[in-house]
């Protein structure tokens, strides 16, 4: 069940119990990625605000996805950025993303302890995280 709370409303109370100030660009950062299901590149971001007439340099972007990062808040994948579909419960989830159109959707698989005790039995590795997509194309029909 989806939250309430908009996405920009977890970010303040995450950037309030941080200690850090709630920016006008970190409030405009995060309004564009709740509005967009699809993964945005710092350039997209960058194109967004400043056609909002709100221009905000690469480095401050970048600095901003990273402590939204840091929160959890968002997701980076192939140099992309996706907010978190549940703030308030936060999964390590996956991604469907539609080539055709970039429409992005989490999902989540419950296969980690399977993956992690296979790979320390076989290998002697310790399975931290896991990130993944799936790459393909979307029914637009199914999207929900």
């Known amino acids: ?28 950062i995060c309004e564009i990625l709740e509005s967009h299901e699809n993964f945005l590149s710092q350039k997209e971001i960058a194109n967004i605000l400043q056609d909002m007439g709100k221009a ?10 990273r ?5 959890k808040l968002v997701h980076e994948f192939d140099q992309k950025w996706h ?7 936060p999964l390590h989830g996956h991604f469907l993303i539609c080539e055709e159109t970039g429409y992005a959707e ?14 320390a039995k076989e290998k002697g590795f310790v399975l931290k995280s896991v990130k993944m997509a799936f790459f393909g194309q979307s029914d637009p029909k199914r999207r929900g």
């Open 1 to 28: 069940m989806k939250s309430e709370k908009r996405f920009s409303d977890y970010a303040s109370e995450r950037f309030e119990k941080e200690g850090w100030r709630m920016s006008a660009g970190v409030r405009n």
């Open 56 to 65: 905000v340099d690469y480095t401050t972007i970048y600095r901003i996805l």
């Open 106 to 119: 989490e999902i989540y698989l419950d296969y980690f302890n399977a993956i992690a005790k296979q790979l």
């Open 67 to 71: 402590k939204l990062q840091s929160l």
């Open 83 to 89: 907010r978190e579909n549940e703030p308030a419960n």
